[in-house]
């Protein structure tokens, strides 16, 4: 059982390229997301999904694009690199509890990925 | 939109002491969680409090959520190094639509 995989775990961009960050979990389970984590701002949510086809956007979801076409990945594209973009990402899953008032749960993580754009 | 605040910001501590770190949301919390994070890797659940007043316990780390549940506590007993780290509170966010958010985090370090 590996958990939530993600790669690479360091990349370097220059301004204006693209890429796509991976994130896979075995864990059968329904809410993956995306967040940056920049100093002195905690975690900011990018992008979630709640399922196979369903995608959300969080609290800072420009630049950003995802798709969810299983159960398992989750990748998150770059469009066109920015210096702002220079962050550390992390990937999480977890098994979301529908109801009244609907939750994340308890979240699994990635290890991150470092990324720099210049 | 709803906001959570930590704090301290960072918190250097002797070894064997005990410590406690807050964190306060702008609006009702449906579900609060604890996180730590080691310096570089990923983020690690500590506990979930979801009903006011409720009140965890793992090893030497407790948690309580305030009965108005607004404010909860990670308090730490007897501090080893191995409790150094990052200590993250999330939360559910409030509209329903699964978007979770993060306060900014407490860096803790425990000296030997």
């Known amino acids: 059982n590996a958990g939530v995989t993600q790669t690479p775990k360091f990349q370097v961009l220059k301004t204006g390229q693209s890429m796509t960050l991976q994130c896979a979990q075995d864990m059968n389970h329904e809410y993956m997301s995306w967040y940056r984590q920049d100093p002195g701002m905690g975690l900011r949510l990018i992008h979630y999904?709640?399922?196979?086809?369903?995608?959300d956007q969080g609290e800072v979801p420009n630049g950003y694009n995802v798709s969810r076409s299983t159960t398992e990945d989750f990748p998150l594209r770059l469009l066109s690199a920015a210096p702002s973009q220079t962050s550390v990402y992390f990937c999480a899953s977890s098994y979301s509890l529908a109801g009244a008032t609907p939750t994340a749960g308890e979240q699994f993580f990635g290890p991150g990925t470092r990324l720099t754009v210049l | 939109s709803q906001e959570l605040e930590q704090s301290p910001q960072s918190l250097i501590v002797q070894e064997g002491k005990n410590l406690t770190i807050n964190c306060t949301s702008s609006k009702t919390l449906y579900g609060l969680y604890w996180y730590k994070q080691k310096y570089g890797e990923g983020l690690i659940f500590l506990m979930m409090l979801q009903k006011g007043g409720e009140e965890k316990s793992h090893e030497k780390i407790t948690a309580k959520l305030d009965e108005k549940k607004q404010q909860s506590s990670l308090h730490i007993t007897a501090s080893q190094p191995s409790h150094a780290g990052i200590y993250l509170c999330g939360a559910d966010g409030t509209s329903g639509t699964y978007k979770y958010i993060f306060g900014t985090g407490t860096r803790l370090k425990v000296l030997a």
């Open positions: 999904s709640v399922g196979a086809g369903i995608t």
